[in-house]
């Protein structure tokens, strides 16, 4: 078809043409621009999308760690919240101390004075109930000590932690500082658990009046959980954005914190599916956590959603965080605004397309100031909805806070209207009263009541209650079973903003448990609880009654029995305290049936007994009774299928002639009792003048005693061995002197056996023993000739801990072990049998020698001889001296010879001192010799100059 052109429709091709271009060109520019917007939105999308879930991915990046430094935080304050608690009780204590002191002084005797400090302090508790005080002495003696009161009056100076740190040498140390008070660490036992000890730190300070320290302390780890827990209520409080929260899981795949967006647990499929996502979350975590995506429900429904959470594990803990999102709401997120830019989209189009006419653009722009308009209408209205539902969401939380603690608590709540009827009530009060919540609502408190306060009572109850607004004191109710019970009752009166009553809250706790261990500790101030028996306190208001009583009837008179069994100590050391104890309890029995009918028997501590007679002819009934005691204590006791005997040592005291009050009577009956000590034991004793000043002089030297090593008044002699054959020096032994600073010299055999009987023998032999390894080793480097070294050892050393004292001695000294020989003697390996073999073999490991003392005086029996590990047996003095006239000594030293010879056992033989005594051995065929023949004790320094020449020819010292 041909075109027809001309004048009219060339302008109309024309125009069709530009028309036509233009619809092209418009065609073509909408598509790139529809193609443009298209891919630009996919763009936008797309970044949008990855910048919210980098976004998301930061906040739980942020709420993860502000949550794991809170924890960090709350965990290293352990340390110092645990030592301001601890020093915040004991300053506390120490004032309470002080103030008793000051108000009692002068009015109360010392020991009085300290038994109220000491019961004063005993029920104060702290840490949740687990904290307590204690109270030593400077010399570790136990003063107090509420978690276990068997250990009060003993000593615990030797107390050691797994890293042998010394705890009571700590303890003291920190109260003898300039500062008087100072902080311990140490590690101990955990309460329930005897297998492992852990970290635990100790405040202490002195308590001048009395040389006491006061202290108190609780293991680190139980601090640390307390933080813990506060830790655990701040997290659960942590939300963010829409259903966000953090929840915390522990180690042994549980969770210890969760939202309520937790499955239905009644559903099996519901609980497995949890488990089994904690398990992966754990694993997760132990791989080094991170963002991790799984399977989860969502808040309000049952159904498993997809989930994205940043799992992180808490270092110094068990926990694991687990902070999550819904991607589910992400992605509503996006689409909503995928839809928004969409619709700018196709609002941009018409503009373009609307932009041919004006009317489109009046139009389009009408519309787009509509859609601001009420965009920013609907804005405020969106704003103000979030407004009511975060103040609504704040009330619910404080409620449901509230709700919790009413229904947690461990104290009864009870609520009432302003009428006295009960519109709450709690759990506890349930549990306390019997009756259930649904059966105390609608009544009043009446329902509760026991009948035991009268109207009165009752009447000053609401007086007060009007007038404070507030009332508290103890009462007596009644459960629903009818039992009677005493509770501590608060009452406080609630108003409402007008200022009128709303109601009233009671909060109720039982108090019956308080009250029966007030009961069972006015028990155990009288009574000793091992025997039953009145203890030291009870028994001296009996004995002040005795004396009451004496003083109202001039001819009456009573006397006291003091009690002390002999070698009881043995029984504890070989076969343990609980053996001691039941020997203890049997002759607690004993005692108590061989008694008259008003006479008292009490136990003052340990091994020691004493009896009030109450008698008109007290000192001849005193006399009979303990002649009974002397048959009746002596026989046997069975323990463990073992018969053990004792033996008692009685002294008695006569009122008014030996005493007219307890503690002189007590102390004249304990210095007759020393003097049947001194006679041989297992005997009666009355007191006498001349006892006093014997006990006085013995005390007083015990006390000089326990100074002297402090004082630095103790020497070692040495006095030098040497060999029958050839008359040189093979050795010596370090010999022990006291310098009194009166009496001047003091042997040994003046106060070694004191030393003994007191305990101080195992602080002297350890001096004795690294003075005499440091004096050995410093010869040796001095270039004497390197000789063997004999130090006597008392069976009280001989203990457990002995090898490891030996063994400090030689590292601490430098000394070659094989130039250290122990002397022992037969009754102390006797009394530790059953461990003597595997400690000597135990020395021997360390390379020393062991000689045994004192042979032929003791059991002298070849059975132990043969089973001991000994290198050398010691002659007696007692038979040497006989030699060479004694037949029998002769016999007797002959045959200890020829046995240590036959069992390949060098011989020694003490107190030489005479050239017939010499020969004599010699012939016997002795090996070594030692006395006053050869040498007496000599100083160090002089020993020193003897060393010089140790080849010289015996002669008489």
Same mark, same amino acid.
């Given at each position: 078809?041909?075109?027809?052109?001309?004048?009219?429709?060339?302008?109309?091709?024309?125009?069709?043409?530009?028309?036509?271009?233009?619809?092209?060109?418009?065609? =073509?520019?909408?598509?790139?621009?529809?193609?443009?917007?298209?891919?630009?939105?996919?763009?936008?999308?797309?970044?949008?999308?990855?910048?919210?879930?980098?976004?998301?991915?930061?906040?739980?990046?942020?709420?993860?760690?502000?949550?794991?430094?809170?924890?960090?935080?709350?965990?290293?304050?352990?340390?110092?919240?645990?030592?301001?608690?601890?020093?915040?009780? =004991?300053?506390?204590?120490?004032?309470?101390?002080?103030?008793?002191?000051?108000?009692?002084?002068?009015?109360?005797?010392?020991?009085?004075?300290?038994?109220?400090?000491?019961?004063?302090?005993?029920?104060?508790?702290?840490?949740?109930?687990?904290?307590?005080?204690?109270?030593?002495?400077?010399?570790?003696?136990?003063?107090?000590?509420?978690?276990?009161?068997?250990?009060?009056?003993?000593?615990?100076?030797?107390?050691?932690?797994?890293?042998?740190?010394?705890?009571?040498?700590?303890?003291?140390?920190?109260?003898?500082?300039?500062?008087?008070?100072?902080?311990?660490?140490?590690?101990?036992?955990?309460?329930?658990?005897?297998?492992?000890?852990?970290?635990?730190?100790?405040?202490?300070?002195?308590?001048?009046?009395?040389?006491?320290?006061?202290?108190?302390?609780?293991?680190?780890?139980?601090?640390?959980?307390?933080?813990?827990?506060?830790?655990?209520?701040?997290?659960?409080?942590?939300?963010?954005?829409?259903?966000?929260?953090?929840?915390?899981?522990?180690?042994?795949?549980?969770?210890?914190?969760?939202?309520?967006?937790?499955?239905?647990?009644?559903?099996?499929?519901?609980?497995?599916?949890?488990?089994?996502?904690?398990?992966?979350?754990?694993?997760?975590?132990?791989?080094?956590?991170?963002?991790?995506?799984?399977?989860?429900?969502?808040?309000?429904?049952?159904?498993?959603?997809?989930?994205?959470?940043?799992?992180?594990?808490?270092?110094?803990?068990?926990?694991?965080? =687990?902070?999550?999102?819904?991607?589910?709401?992400?992605?509503?997120?996006?689409?909503?605004?995928?839809?928004?830019?969409? #619709?700018?989209?196709?609002?941009?189009?018409?503009?373009?397309?609307?932009?041919?006419?004006?009317?489109?653009?009046?139009? !389009?722009?009408?519309?787009?100031?509509?859609?601001?308009?009420?965009?920013?209408?609907?804005?405020?209205?969106?704003?103000?909805?979030?407004?009511?539902?975060?103040?609504?969401?704040?009330?619910?939380?404080?409620?449901?806070?509230?709700?919790?603690?009413?229904?947690?608590?461990?104290?009864?709540?009870?609520?009432?209207?302003?009428?006295?009827?009960?519109?709450?009530?709690?759990?506890?009060?349930?549990?306390?009263?019997?009756?259930?919540?649904?059966?105390?609502?609608?009544?009043?408190?009446?329902?509760?009541?026991?009948?035991?306060?009268?109207?009165?009572?009752?009447?000053?109850?609401?007086?007060?209650?009007?007038?404070?607004?507030?009332?508290?004191?103890?009462?007596?109710?009644?459960?629903?079973?009818?039992?009677?019970?005493?509770?501590?009752?608060?009452?406080?009166?609630?108003?409402?903003?007008?200022?009128?009553?709303?109601?009233?809250?009671?909060?109720?706790?039982?108090?019956?448990?308080?009250?029966?261990?007030?009961?069972?500790?006015?028990?155990?101030?009288?009574?000793?609880?091992?025997?039953?028996?009145?203890?030291?306190?009870?028994?001296?208001?009996?004995?002040?009654?005795?004396?009451?009583?004496? #003083?109202?009837?001039?001819?009456?008179?009573?006397?006291?029995?003091?009690?002390?069994?002999?070698?009881?100590?043995?029984?504890?050391?070989?076969?343990?305290?609980?053996?001691?104890?039941?020997?203890?309890?049997?002759?607690?029995?004993?005692?108590?049936?061989?008694?008259?009918?008003?006479?008292?028997?009490?136990?003052?501590?340990?091994?020691?007994?004493?009896?009030?007679?109450?008698?008109?002819?007290?000192?001849?009934?005193?006399?009979?009774?303990?002649?009974?005691?002397?048959?009746?204590?002596?026989?046997?006791?069975?323990?463990?299928?073992?018969?053990?005997?004792?033996?008692?040592?009685?002294? =008695?005291?006569?009122?008014?002639?030996?005493?007219?009050?307890?503690?002189?009577?007590?102390?004249?009956?304990?210095?007759?009792?020393?003097?049947?000590?001194?006679?041989?034991?297992?005997?009666?004793?009355?007191?006498?003048?001349?006892?006093?000043?014997?006990?006085?002089?013995?005390?007083? !030297?015990?006390?000089?005693?326990?100074?002297?090593?402090?004082?630095?008044?103790?020497?070692?002699?040495?006095?030098?061995?040497?060999?029958?054959?050839?008359?040189?020096?093979?050795?010596?032994?370090?010999?022990?002197?006291?310098?009194?600073?009166?009496?001047?010299?003091?042997?040994?055999?003046?106060?070694?056996?004191?030393?003994?009987?007191?305990?101080?023998?195992?602080?002297?032999?350890?001096?004795?023993?690294? *003075?005499?390894?440091?004096?050995?080793?410093?010869?040796?480097?001095?270039?004497?000739?390197? !000789?063997?070294?004999?130090?006597?050892?008392?069976?009280?050393?001989? *203990?457990?801990?002995?090898?490891?004292?030996?063994?400090?001695?030689?590292?601490?000294?430098?000394?070659?072990?094989?130039?250290?020989?122990?002397?022992?003697?037969?009754?102390?390996?006797?009394?530790?049998?059953?461990?003597?073999?595997?400690?000597?073999?135990?020395?021997?490991?360390?390379?020393?020698?062991?000689?045994?003392?004192?042979?032929?005086?003791?059991?002298?029996?070849?059975?132990?001889?043969?089973?001991?590990?000994?290198?050398?047996?010691?002659?007696?003095?007692?038979?040497?001296?006989?030699?060479?006239?004694?037949?029998?000594?002769?016999?007797?030293?002959?045959?200890?010879?020829?046995?240590?010879?036959? !069992?390949?056992?060098?011989?020694?033989?003490?107190?030489?001192?005479?050239?017939?005594?010499?020969?004599?051995?010699?012939?016997?065929?002795?090996?070594?010799?030692?006395?006053?023949?050869?040498?007496?004790?000599?100083?160090?320094?002089?020993?020193?100059?003897?060393?010089?020449?140790?080849?010289?020819?015996?002669?008489?010292?």
């Amino acid at each position: 078809m041909s075109l027809q052109l001309d004048a009219k429709s060339l302008p109309r091709f024309q125009a069709a043409g530009m028309v036509g271009i233009v619809l092209f060109l418009t065609l =073509v520019i909408s598509g790139y621009f529809i193609f443009k917007f298209q891919t630009d939105n996919e763009q936008r999308l797309q970044a949008m999308h990855d910048g919210i879930y980098a976004e998301q991915k930061k906040m739980l990046q942020r709420e993860i760690q502000s949550a794991r430094n809170y924890i960090k935080y709350m965990y290293d304050q352990a340390e110092t919240e645990l030592i301001f608690e601890a020093r915040q009780q =004991v300053e506390q204590a120490y004032t309470i101390a002080q103030s008793i002191y000051d108000a009692e002084k002068g009015k109360r005797s010392d020991a009085e004075i300290q038994a109220l400090i000491r019961e004063t302090l005993r029920d104060v508790r702290f840490f949740h109930g687990r904290g307590y005080l204690f109270v030593d002495d400077m010399d570790g003696n136990v003063i107090l000590l509420p978690t276990t009161p068997d250990l009060e009056g003993r000593s615990l100076y030797n107390n050691q932690d797994d890293t042998g740190f010394y705890i009571m040498r700590g303890l003291i140390e920190k109260a003898n500082s300039p500062a008087g008070e100072g902080v311990v660490r140490y590690r101990w036992y955990p309460p329930g658990d005897q297998t492992e000890m852990v970290d635990k730190i100790a405040y202490v300070k002195k308590f001048k009046p009395y040389n006491w320290l006061i202290g108190t302390g609780d293991y680190i780890y139980r601090i640390q959980n307390d933080l813990k827990e506060k830790a655990l209520q701040r997290i659960s409080a942590t939300r963010f954005g829409d259903s966000g929260y953090i929840a915390v899981l522990s180690s042994e795949y549980r969770s210890i914190l969760s939202s309520a967006a937790r499955p239905d647990s009644s559903d099996p499929f519901n609980a497995e599916q949890e488990r089994t996502v904690v398990r992966e979350l754990l694993n997760f975590a132990e791989n080094g956590g991170g963002f991790y995506q799984y399977t989860w429900f969502y808040p309000g429904s049952n159904q498993p959603v997809p989930k994205l959470s940043l799992v992180s594990k808490v270092e110094q803990t068990d926990w694991v965080l =687990v902070a999550g999102i819904y991607p589910g709401e992400i992605e509503a997120a996006i689409a909503k605004q995928q839809r928004r830019l969409e #619709q700018n989209i196709r609002q941009d189009m018409w503009i373009l397309l609307g932009m041919l006419t004006a009317a489109a653009i009046i139009t !389009l722009l009408l519309a787009l100031l509509f859609a601001g308009w009420f965009r920013r209408l609907f804005h405020r209205y969106q704003q103000n909805i979030e407004s009511q539902q975060a103040a609504l969401k704040r009330n619910a939380q404080a409620l449901e806070i509230a709700a919790r603690v009413f229904d947690n608590a461990n104290e009864g709540i009870l609520v009432t209207n302003p009428d006295g009827v009960i519109v709450a009530a709690n759990p506890a009060l349930s549990r306390i009263t019997g009756y259930s919540t649904q059966e105390l609502i609608g009544e009043r408190p009446s329902l509760l009541s026991s009948g035991q306060h009268d109207s009165y009572f009752f009447a000053q109850l609401w007086q007060q209650l009007r007038e404070e607004g507030y009332w508290q004191g103890e009462i007596w109710n009644r459960r629903k079973n009818g039992e009677i019970y005493p509770q501590w009752l608060s009452i406080t009166t609630s108003k409402d903003p007008r200022g009128e009553i709303a109601n009233y809250v009671a909060a109720v706790t039982d108090i019956s448990e308080r009250k029966n261990a007030e009961q069972q500790l006015q028990y155990l101030a009288d009574y000793d609880s091992l025997t039953d028996l009145p203890n030291r306190r009870l028994f001296g208001r009996k004995v002040d009654q005795a004396v009451l009583r004496c #003083q109202q009837h001039l001819q009456q008179q009573f006397a006291l029995i003091f009690i002390d069994l002999d070698r009881f100590k043995n029984i504890n050391d070989s076969l343990g305290h609980a053996a001691g104890d039941q020997v203890l309890q049997s002759v607690a029995r004993r005692l108590s049936q061989a008694i008259n009918p008003g006479d008292t028997v009490s136990r003052l501590g340990g091994d020691e007994f004493v009896i009030l007679i109450n008698h008109q002819n007290a000192r001849a009934e005193a006399l009979r009774l303990a002649e009974r005691l002397l048959i009746s204590l002596s026989e046997p006791i069975l323990v463990d299928n073992q018969e053990l005997a004792v033996t008692p040592s009685q002294g =008695v005291a006569v009122y008014p002639q030996h005493g007219k009050d307890f503690d002189t009577l007590l102390r004249n009956a304990d210095a007759a009792l020393y003097a049947a000590k001194d006679n041989g034991r297992n005997n009666v004793q009355f007191y006498t003048d001349e006892l006093n000043s014997y006990v006085s002089a013995r005390l007083t !030297l015990e006390n000089e005693l326990r100074e002297a090593l402090h004082k630095d008044q103790f020497e070692l002699y040495y006095q030098p061995q040497s060999h029958l054959d050839s008359g040189e020096i093979c050795g010596y032994e370090a010999l022990i002197r006291w310098h009194h600073p009166d009496k001047g010299l003091i042997s040994p055999s003046d106060f070694i056996e004191l030393a003994e009987e007191t305990g101080q023998i195992r602080d002297i032999g350890s001096w004795v023993l690294n *003075t005499a390894c440091q004096q050995a080793a410093d010869w040796e480097k001095s270039g004497y000739k390197p !000789l063997p070294m004999s130090v006597n050892v008392s069976s009280q050393q001989f *203990t457990g801990q002995f090898i490891s004292i030996v063994r400090q001695a030689l590292e601490r000294s430098g000394m070659n072990p094989a130039l250290l020989t122990l002397e022992l003697t037969e009754s102390t390996l006797i009394d530790n049998l059953s461990t003597a073999t595997s400690t000597l073999l135990e020395l021997k490991q360390l390379g020393l020698s062991i000689a045994l003392d004192d042979f032929g005086t003791g059991y002298s029996s070849l059975t132990y001889l043969k089973r001991f590990p000994v290198d050398k047996l010691k002659i007696d003095r007692s038979f040497v001296s006989g030699l060479p006239h004694n037949r029998d000594d002769g016999a007797i030293t002959h045959s200890i010879i020829d046995v240590a010879h036959n !069992l390949g056992l060098e011989t020694i033989a003490e107190g030489v001192e005479t050239r017939a005594q010499q020969n004599c051995l010699q012939n016997f065929g002795c090996n070594q010799a030692q006395g006053y023949l050869f040498a007496r004790p000599l100083p160090a320094d002089e020993m020193e100059r003897l060393l010089l020449d140790n080849t010289r020819s015996p002669t008489p010292a």
